[in-house]
Every structure is written in C-alpha cells, then in structure tokens.
C-alpha cells in the first residue's frame, strides 16, 4: 500500500516533466537455448505516447529521440595484459572489472553522442564504457583504462559488444523499432532491455523489460545434472566413455568379420 | 550443423568437433598416447573456455583409450602387471602434482608454467626421440651393418631389489624405475591437464627397457585409469566436464583409435617413434613461438571467481 502511495506520488511530481510516455514490448520475452541453438533475434518495438494537447509533430523539427539498449547478466572478468620478460611473453598485469554485462548492445535513432548528454549518460549506464562498473583499487596497474578498452575491443570482436547508431527506426516522433542479433554463444541469465527517450540529450522518459534466456530440454537437463548431481553426471559421462570405446572396437572387430 | 554446448556455453560446428575427435583418436590408437596434449590446445583455439576443454578432453581421451586398448588386448599387447605398477606411482603422483599445481596456483603465473613445463617436456622427450629413432632407421636401411647389440635394462635398473617378472614385456627387473617413472608422469599429469602417454611412452622405452609393441597398449591401459579419475574429479569440483561435447570429440574419437591401431600394425616401430617424435617437435615448437612472439592481442579476459 505503502508503495503505491510513493509510486503515486513520484509519478504526479513527475508528470509535468513527462510529457511522453513509453510504451513498448519484445517480439518474445524469453529465448530458448536448445541443442541446436545457433544464436537469435529480438526485436523491440513500441510507440511514444504523447501528452493530450501537446504540439503537433512537425518534420522539420524532430525533437525526440530513442535509445535501446540489450544487456546480459553482470559478472565480475579480470583482464590481463601480457609483458616481455626475460625474453617471453607473459602476463604481467591484471585488472579487476567488478561488473560487466555479458553482452551489451546499444541501438539508437541518431548517433549516440548527439542525443545523450554525458552526464545523462553516466548516471543511466548507457554507453558501452560506462555500462561497465570499474572497480576500486586504484594504483594496482598503470592505465585502468586501456584494460576497458581492450575489455571492449575484444568482446566487440567476438560479437558481444555492439554500438548501432541509427539503428533505432523512428516514424513521426511516435512507432519506433530496433532488430538485435543475439550470437549462438550466448550465456544463460536475465537479459534487460531499457528503453529511452530523449529530447535535447536529456532523457525524458524510460522503459525496462526483462528477457529471460533459458536452456531448454536436453540443455536444461544436462547442465542441471553436471550442477546438482555432479558425482552421478561425471559417472555417467565415463559410463558413455567406456560404452562408445567398446562400441567402436566391437563394432570394427565386426566389420572385418573376425 | 551447429549444436550448442550446454556447459561451454557456445554453439559450435559439430562435424569439427567430429573430425577433431577423430585425427586425435588416429594418433591415439597409432601412439599409444592420450592426445591431450594436441587435443586441449585445439579445443581452447575454436572457443572452448579453458576449463571445460581440459576436463572434457579427460573424458575423451577414457573412451578413445578404451577403444584402443580393447584392440591391443585381442593381440596381448597389454602387460597389465606392468601397467599396475605404473598405476601405483601414477596415483601417488596425480596426489603430489595437484598439491603443487594448488600452490603454483596461490602464486599466480600458473599458466606460465603450463606453458614452459609443455615447451621444456615436449622439447626433450620430442628431440631425443628424434635423434634415436632416425638412427635406428637409419641402421636398418643399410643391408651389412651389424645391428646395435639390444641393451634392454640399463645397470643401475639391474641392482635395485624387489625383481618382479613382467612376462609381456619379457623383463624381470625392479619395481622401482616402473613406480618412479608412473609418479613423475603423474605429476606432470596433473598439472599439465593431459593423460601423459606422450612422456610415459618414451620413458617405457628407454628407461625400462620395454619392446615397442608391448608400450603402446600397456600405455593405454595406465591412461584410462588417470583419465577417469580425472574426469571424476574435475565433474565433482569444476562441473566443467561438458557431456555433449565429449560425446562428439568421442565418437570421432573412439573410430579413429580403431583406423590408428590399424595403421600402426602396419608401420615398423622405428617410424612410428619418428612419426610421433615430429608430432612432439611440432606442437613444443607452437608453443615455444607463442612465448617468443609479440602476440597481437596483448590482453586477455577471464572470468574472475569459480575456475581460473
């Protein structure tokens, strides 16, 4: 009861300032991993609700702007960089990052720089860098941010980490829609997709929906029994060992008839 | 066709994983060796998380090893007493190697010495094999040299108490060298994640005396017993066995350690040491060049907590 009171509250002190509204769903709210899995897509889509009374949309002037964003579960990576010494090439330096998304995709109508203020932009989390929490130690190694950087660049590579300016579809400051590649090496965890709105770099209104990505069938029961059973899967897995090795040797001794 | 890896978390192309399966399984059955060592860097260089390639590699080698070792068996070229009491050092061994790859671990740098005691065994166990078996090769082209009179057991082997007859083998010689040779290998076992056929062969060879024919079964044998204990462990403590992903490596596996088997009958015990001396050589010397070479990505990523 309590929170509603709040909620209502909030909501009537910030209802002068929201003169826009999100509405918004996913073309599915959870993604099935199965054995033949092989990555997915998702779309977003929704439209701005506009204030009764507000003004007319006028073409030569577009005010609004909207930001999507795709985040994986937060965990804890170290990155390490390699050294020359005594001739080899070792690792040298480790940096702790406490929390980054496991894939990070940030899709808006315009190019980021141009619709988010910076500091919009750190207290929301919303750019690539600053979806990623740094860490406390300080000192422990030289340039904290080459290892962010290099942190990036590597899962930028491997598809985990993407920017896609103007890939948000805007359609007369109301529809709008955003398609996001999902790759097969997904990890399984709660997704979040936020959803802003904003209009001279301030962020007017937002949105968050929950996508649940979940190994199904053979995956689930697999990953469950090497988890909860560890003793009884890694018996099994020596069983089907031991089976497949008597299988081939029986089955060749058979083929050449002997 | 892609299948995604319920514990690797990652889909990959399950016809690699097959044909990866079966070349390691061909050397496997030719070798007498685990294949591990080729094996475990492969599956980290498709993006296989190192701690699920080295323990799922330990549930494949179990079936490629049984496969091979059944077809040794049919032509009695297991000496299972020898391998028994290679076992016994073995087991002794696994125990002190993951002590100290524990501690190594505390220190940090556990990688490095991944690395260097791979490079370092490769290069020795690799280079005199070379040596030895291309001139055995070379002594047996040459029709009117006399052969090198055959110095099976070594003299200080000869001193040792507690004789034993290894009837396989033809020996009769102390249990000692055998147990000190299953504890090394043990160690380096544990702490270089693999079955350890690449050292035990060689070592079977040339320290013990051991007739080719006779090493490469009874190799196999000692290698199912540390791999399964293995497997069990690295399930029990990491859950980083991936069931679905030895099943495929298996299958290629197990039918290749037939074809190896099949081929090693037919090639003299001179090439095959060769042969499996150039396929030391060759994997000590990428390793070697990834310590030496500026590598192009100077940064690596780990997920920090559970495995390393």
């Known amino acids: 009861m309590r929170l509603v009171a709040l909620f209502l509250a909030f909501w009537t002190l910030a209802l002068p300032a929201a003169a826009q509204d999100i509405i918004a769903d996913l073309s599915q709210s959870r993604v099935a991993i199965t054995a033949s899995f092989s990555g997915s897509e998702i779309l977003v889509f929704g439209a701005v609700r506009h204030e009764p009374g507000a003004a007319p949309y006028d073409p030569a002037n577009p005010e609004l702007d909207v930001i999507v964003t795709v985040s994986g579960p937060l965990e804890p990576v170290t990155v390490r960089k390699k050294a020359r010494k005594a001739g080899i090439w070792i690792n040298a330096e480790a940096l702790e990052i406490d929390a980054a998304p496991a894939l ?10 141009d619709i ?3 500091e919009e932009d750190l207290r929301h989390h919303i750019s690539i860098p600053h979806a990623i929490r740094e860490i406390g130690e300080v000192g422990e190694v030289g340039d904290a941010d080459a290892f962010t950087e290099a942190l990036i660049r590597i899962r930028t590579e491997a598809g985990l980490y993407e920017e896609m300016p103007y890939d948000v579809q805007l359609k007369e400051q109301t529809l709008f829609r955003a398609n996001f590649e999902l790759p097969s090496n997904l990890v399984e965890g709660v997704y979040t997709v936020r959803i802003f709105l904003t209009k001279d770099k301030q962020i007017v209104s937002d949105y968050t929906r929950v996508l649940n990505v979940r190994k199904v069938g ?18 099994l897995s020596l069983a089907i060992a031991i089976a497949a090795g008597w299988g081939a040797s029986a089955a060749f001794r058979y083929a050449r008839g002997s | ?44 260089f498709i993006g296989i998380p190192p701690a699920v390639a080295v323990a799922t590699e330990a549930n494949q080698i179990v079936a490629s090893s049984f496969s091979g070792v059944l077809a040794h068996l049919r032509r009695k070229t297991v000496d299972f ?78 001193t040792l108490p507690f004789k034993m007859r290894f009837r396989a083998s033809g020996l009769y010689i102390s249990v000692i060298p055998p147990i000190l040779v299953g504890i090394c290998v043990g160690i380096l076992a544990a702490i270089m994640g693999v079955g350890g056929g690449f050292i035990m062969v060689p070592a079977m060879i040339y320290i013990l005396g051991m007739p080719t024919k006779v090493v490469v079964g009874t190799s196999l044998f000692q290698i199912i017993v540390v791999t399964a204990f293995t497997t069990l462990m690295h399930a029990t403590t990491n859950h980083t066995v991936d069931m679905a992903l030895a099943v495929l490596l298996l299958v290629g596996g197990v039918i290749g350690a037939q074809i190896g088997t099949q081929i090693g009958t037919k090639l003299k015990a001179e090439q095959l040491r060769v042969l499996l001396a150039g396929l030391v050589l060759l994997v000590c010397g990428k390793l070697a060049l990834d310590l030496l070479l500026e590598p192009s990505e100077l940064f690596s990523i780990g997920l920090s907590g559970g495995h390393s």
């Open chain 1, 104 to 113: 990070y995709k940030v899709a808006s109508s315009l190019a980021l720089e």
């Open chain 1, 116 to 118: 988010l203020g910076a």
């Open chain 1, 218 to 235: 053979i995956e689930r029961w697999i990953y469950n029994l090497a988890q909860d059973h560890a003793l009884v899967y890694g018996i």
């Open chain 2, 1 to 44: 066709m892609q299948i995604y890896l319920p514990i690797a978390e990652i889909s990959v192309n399950a016809f690699l994983l097959l044909g990866l399966g079966g070349m390691v399984g061909i050397l496997s059955g030719m070798f007498g060796v685990g294949g591990g060592f080729l094996m475990t860097p492969l599956l980290m």
């Open chain 2, 81 to 158: 007493r020898m391998g028994m009491v290679l076992q016994v050092g073995g087991l002794i061994g696994a125990g002190i190697g993951v002590v100290v790859f524990n501690f190594l671990k505390s220190l940090g740098q556990v990688d490095l010495l991944i690395t260097l005691s791979y490079v370092i065994f490769l290069g020795v166990v690799g280079g005199l094999m070379f040596i030895e078996s291309v001139g055995a090769l070379r002594r047996a082209r040459s029709p009117n040299a006399t052969p090198p009179p055959r110095r099976r057991q070594r003299g200080w082997v000869q």
